[in-house]
């Protein structure tokens, strides 16, 4: 999904990120809409008491995906993967304070390096973009914030919904259909209609191709991450997703040609690492605890 968005953002580029966000989640806003008319899932019906709860939560979801978006303009995918890391200390520090969490040494020190990563990653960046790393800088903090917010949301909109259950096709429904009026929003916010009038790229039929296909990826990721969760546990998932960076990392230097040095090239390595050093460390905590 990292990949396609890069390759729509840089290699066609393309200026605005937003409108291929809301353009992806209409495509998943489609298909789980046909899933359920077939009978193939069950989703709970929308009322306002619901949208009401779930609103708040979607408008930091939304923040999430364009910010992500207009960082992948100027960063290149491997930076994007460390960088991300900072929102796991956000996150540390967010239940510290919020639910009174305690984490051991060991994660500690895994977050410590992830700080060490990044900054040194950005020093050592031969194509730093200042734009680009302060909206990656905002979505870590936007992430944090869903990532901290969500399961007390999911429990209060548990309560409104008429079954009094909430499934993850629901939700995935929920986020993506609320999203919509919230993107139109910002396309005139920041004034995409311009450059999408102008434009000659939405004349092209493999550019529409590769748009769709993203959709269909975005999709993909929410429900083989809800099957990947359901079969094994969020500590798991955290593990699998820090190996799965570092050939993300490679594939994003190696497709687009990104200019590296062997500091960089090393701090990213370093980044990726601590990565999966945090995810251990937190599933031994777990199983201490």
């Given at each position: 999904?990292?990949?396609?968005?890069?390759?729509?953002?840089?290699?066609?580029?393309?200026?605005?990120?937003?409108?291929?966000?809301?353009?992806?989640?209409?495509?998943?806003?489609?298909?789980v809409?046909?899933?359920?008319?077939?009978?193939?899932?069950t989703?709970?019906?929308?009322?306002w008491r619901?949208?009401?709860?779930?609103?708040?939560?979607?408008?930091?979801f939304?923040?999430?995906?364009?910010?992500?978006?207009?960082s992948?303009?100027?960063?290149?995918v491997?930076?994007?993967?460390?960088?991300?890391?900072?929102?796991?200390?956000?996150t540390?520090?967010?239940?510290?304070?919020?639910?009174s969490?305690h984490?051991?040494?060991?994660?500690?020190?895994a977050?410590?390096?992830?700080?060490?990563?990044?900054?040194?990653?950005?020093?050592?960046?031969?194509s730093?973009?200042?734009?680009?790393y302060t909206?990656?800088?905002?979505n870590?903090?936007?992430?944090?914030s869903?990532?901290?917010t969500?399961?007390?949301?999911?429990?209060?909109?548990?309560?409104?919904?008429?079954?009094?259950?909430?499934?993850?096709?629901?939700?995935?429904?929920?986020?993506?259909?609320?999203s919509?009026?919230?993107?139109?929003?910002?396309?005139?916010?920041?004034?995409?209609?311009?450059?999408?009038?102008?434009?000659p790229?939405?004349?092209?039929p493999?550019f529409?191709?590769?748009?769709?296909l993203?959709?269909?990826l975005?999709?993909?990721?929410?429900?083989?991450s809800?099957?990947f969760l359901?079969?094994?546990?969020?500590?798991?998932?955290s593990?699998?997703?820090?190996?799965?960076?570092?050939?993300?990392?490679?594939?994003?230097?190696?497709l687009?040609?990104?200019?590296?040095s062997?500091?960089?090239?090393?701090?990213?390595l370093f980044?990726?690492?601590a990565?999966?050093?945090?995810?251990q460390?937190?599933?031994?905590e777990?199983?201490q605890s």
């Amino acid at each position: 999904m990292i990949l396609v968005n890069k390759y729509v953002l840089s290699s066609y580029d393309f200026n605005a990120g937003i409108s291929l966000m809301l353009y992806q989640n209409f495509v998943s806003v489609i298909l789980v809409s046909l899933l359920s008319v077939f009978g193939l899932i069950t989703t709970e019906p929308l009322t306002w008491r619901l949208i009401k709860v779930w609103f708040p939560v979607n408008v930091i979801f939304v923040g999430m995906l364009v910010t992500s978006m207009f960082s992948l303009k100027y960063i290149n995918v491997a930076m994007v993967t460390v960088l991300k890391n900072v929102t796991n200390v956000i996150t540390a520090v967010g239940e510290m304070y919020l639910f009174s969490k305690h984490h051991d040494n060991k994660v500690w020190a895994a977050l410590f390096l992830m700080i060490i990563s990044a900054i040194s990653g950005g020093i050592t960046d031969l194509s730093f973009h200042a734009v680009g790393y302060t909206w990656q800088l905002i979505n870590c903090f936007l992430t944090a914030s869903y990532s901290l917010t969500l399961r007390r949301v999911m429990d209060t909109a548990k309560q409104v919904t008429r079954s009094g259950n909430l499934n993850e096709f629901s939700m995935v429904l929920l986020n993506n259909i609320l999203s919509l009026p919230l993107g139109v929003i910002l396309i005139f916010v920041f004034n995409e209609v311009d450059y999408l009038s102008r434009t000659p790229l939405l004349r092209i039929p493999t550019f529409w191709l590769v748009m769709t296909l993203s959709g269909f990826l975005g999709l993909a990721i929410s429900f083989t991450s809800m099957w990947f969760l359901y079969q094994t546990g969020a500590t798991t998932y955290s593990l699998v997703g820090s190996l799965n960076k570092i050939p993300l990392s490679i594939a994003g230097i190696l497709l687009f040609h990104v200019p590296t040095s062997l500091e960089n090239s090393a701090s990213i390595l370093f980044g990726l690492v601590a990565g999966v050093f945090f995810a251990q460390a937190k599933m031994r905590e777990k199983s201490q605890s």
